[in-house]
C-alpha cells in the first residue's frame, strides 16, 4: 500500500525559506503525479504545485508561482517543495498527494489525488 510523509515544515519569519519533502513508500512505488496542497484554518484545501511523473511538466497556482520550485528524485521515491520569500499568508498545513491515474494534463484539483499524506505544519511568523 503507498504511503506519503512530509517532512520539513517548521517556524520561519517572513521573506525565509523551507524546504518541504514527500516520501513514498509501500509494496509499489511507481512515479505517480504528486501534487502538493496546504489548508488554513477555515480555508478550503488549495492546490499549490504538481509534477509529472518524469519531473518534466510542472505545475503552480498563482499565489506560489516564482516564489516556489517542486523537485522530484524517483530514485528516492521523493518529491521536494522549496518555499522562498514566505509571506504570512502562506502558513498552513501543507500536504502532498499522489494521483495514481497520473491525468495526461496536470491538474491542482485535489479530487483528482486518491494518496495523501498526514501533512506537516508551516508557520510563517515573526
Known amino acids: 500500500q503507498l504511503q506519503l510523509v512530509e517532512s520539513g515544515g517548521g517556524l520561519v519569519q517572513p521573506g525565509g525559506s523551507l524546504r518541504l519533502s514527500c516520501s513514498a513508500s509501500g509494496f509499489i512505488w511507481r512515479p505517480y503525479t504528486i501534487g502538493w496542497f496546504r489548508q488554513a484554518p477555515g480555508k478550503e484545501r488549495e492546490g499549490i504545485s504538481c509534477i509529472s511523473r518524469g519531473g518534466v511538466n510542472t505545475k503552480y497556482a498563482d499565489s506560489v508561482e516564482g516564489r516556489f520550485t517542486i523537485s522530484r528524485d524517483n530514485a528516492k521515491s521523493t518529491v521536494y517543495l522549496q518555499m522562498n520569500s514566505l509571506k504570512p499568508e502562506d502558513a498552513a498545513v501543507y500536504y502532498c498527494?499522489?494521483?495514481?491515474?497520473?491525468?495526461?494534463?496536470?491538474?491542482?484539483?485535489?479530487?483528482?489525488?486518491?494518496?495523501w499524506g498526514q501533512g506537516t505544519q508551516v508557520t510563517v511568523s515573526s
Open positions: 498527494a499522489a494521483d495514481r491515474n497520473s491525468q495526461p494534463v496536470l491538474t491542482l484539483n485535489p479530487q483528482e489525488y486518491d494518496v
